[in-house]
């Protein structure tokens, strides 16, 4: 019986022995989305899982910031965010592929470069007026890349460059960003404009409720394709994201769903970077997210 497209595609870039690069928003978003692949790939090919925003920073923290800690059951983000690096290093390890924490900070707890002006004194005790996303409903998970976000837009840019050196060999894993979090639409932007070849994953758990954005899958062609091999111990591994994993699956159990790849309908082919702009300015995604 012949291959499905996304089998022979997968087996076919295996086989050829190039790297390849998953590029993980927070530090389980590959295992989220992609476990049951990495688990048959890792077993056959070099592959890198490259965990971008692996860092938090001390307080005070914003409202939004408060109430993901208090969900989790911490008041450090600092000493949260080193238990979820560990979580992800044994994790990973279980999978035999690489793991690199690159050590950007998470959304939630971002901060401008510098004060607003004026606002430097009143921060203290508005802690929203320093954060590159002062919430998370209205501006974190609106799909939208910040403006003040363009160096970090730069610095994910360059560690795919760093990674996966030359363009013409290697292929990027990036996030499709469904569900609208700006973190996952900065990271597929990167991919997007970084001139490598890219498959997109659709975002896992978030895929359930929320729909890709119809733009960007129209503008490079896309076509979604299912991968079911390795799903029997993809429950196991997500529960090993042990901090996480009460607050993704509130009612105790992981849906075993497939994965979901989108590559181009001409085939594999490198995407090109898109034109030169104002870095990660009004870049959306989601459809559906409100």
Same mark, same amino acid.
């Given at each position: 019986?012949?291959?499905?497209?996304?089998?022979?595609?997968?087996?076919?870039?295996?086989?050829?022995?190039?790297?390849?690069?998953?590029?993980?928003?927070?530090?389980?978003?590959?295992?989220?989305?992609?476990?049951?692949?990495?688990?048959?790939?890792?077993?056959?090919?070099?592959?890198?899982?490259?965990?971008?925003?692996?860092?938090?920073?001390?307080?005070?923290?914003?409202?939004?910031?408060?109430?993901?800690?208090?969900?989790?059951?911490?008041?450090?983000?600092?000493?949260?965010?080193?238990? $979820?690096?560990?979580?992800?290093?044994?994790?990973?390890?279980?999978?035999?592929?690489?793991?690199?924490?690159?050590?950007?900070?998470?959304?939630?707890?971002?901060?401008?470069?510098?004060? $607003?002006?004026?606002?430097?004194?009143?921060?203290?005790?508005?802690?929203?007026?320093?954060?590159?996303?002062? !919430?998370?409903?209205?501006?974190?998970?609106?799909?939208?890349?910040?403006?003040?976000?363009?160096?970090?837009?730069?610095?994910?840019?360059? !560690?795919?460059?760093?990674?996966?050196?030359?363009?013409?060999?290697?292929?990027?894993?990036?996030?499709?960003?469904?569900?609208?979090?700006?973190?996952?639409?900065?990271? $597929?932007?990167?991919?997007?404009?970084?001139?490598?070849?890219?498959?997109?994953?659709?975002?896992?758990?978030?895929?359930?409720?929320?729909?890709?954005?119809?733009?960007?899958?129209?503008?490079? $062609?896309?076509?979604?394709?299912?991968?079911?091999?390795?799903?029997?111990?993809?429950?196991?591994?997500?529960?090993?994201?042990?901090?996480?994993?009460?607050?993704?699956?509130?009612?105790?159990?992981?849906?075993?769903?497939?994965?979901?790849?989108?590559?181009?309908?001409?085939?594999?082919?490198?995407?090109?970077?898109?034109?030169?702009?104002?870095?990660?300015?009004?870049?959306? !995604?989601?459809?559906?997210?409100?």
């Amino acid at each position: 019986m012949a291959d499905d497209p996304l089998t022979s595609f997968v087996r076919t870039v295996v086989g050829s022995g190039v790297p390849i690069l998953v590029l993980s928003p927070h530090l389980d978003d590959a295992v989220l989305s992609c476990g049951g692949l990495l688990g048959w790939a890792g077993r056959r090919a070099p592959v890198t899982v490259a965990s971008l925003f692996t860092e938090a920073t001390p307080p005070p923290y914003t409202l939004s910031g408060r109430q993901y800690l208090k969900q989790i059951g911490t008041d450090d983000a600092e000493e949260l965010f080193a238990e $979820r690096r560990a979580e992800d290093r044994r994790v990973l390890d279980r999978l035999d592929v690489g793991c690199r924490h690159v050590g950007l900070v998470d959304g939630l707890f971002r901060r401008l470069p510098g004060p $607003r002006p004026g606002t430097r004194r009143l921060a203290r005790r508005l802690p929203e007026l320093a954060h590159v996303y002062p !919430t998370y409903r209205l501006h974190l998970s609106r799909g939208r890349v910040s403006p003040h976000d363009a160096e970090t837009l730069r610095l994910v840019g360059a !560690t795919v460059d760093e990674l996966l050196p030359g363009r013409s060999g290697g292929l990027v894993l990036a996030p499709l960003g469904v569900g609208g979090h700006a973190d996952h639409v900065l990271v $597929r932007t990167a991919a997007e404009r970084s001139g490598r070849r890219v498959v997109y994953y659709s975002d896992f758990p978030y895929n359930q409720h929320a729909t890709p954005d119809a733009r960007f899958t129209a503008r490079h $062609r896309l076509v979604a394709r299912a991968w079911e091999r390795g799903l029997d111990r993809k429950a196991e591994l997500i529960r090993g994201y042990e901090t996480q994993v009460d607050a993704l699956f509130p009612e105790g159990r992981v849906p075993r769903v497939p994965e979901v790849y989108l590559l181009p309908e001409t085939g594999w082919t490198a995407t090109r970077p898109a034109p030169a702009r104002g870095p990660g300015i009004g870049v959306r !995604t989601a459809g559906g997210v409100p």
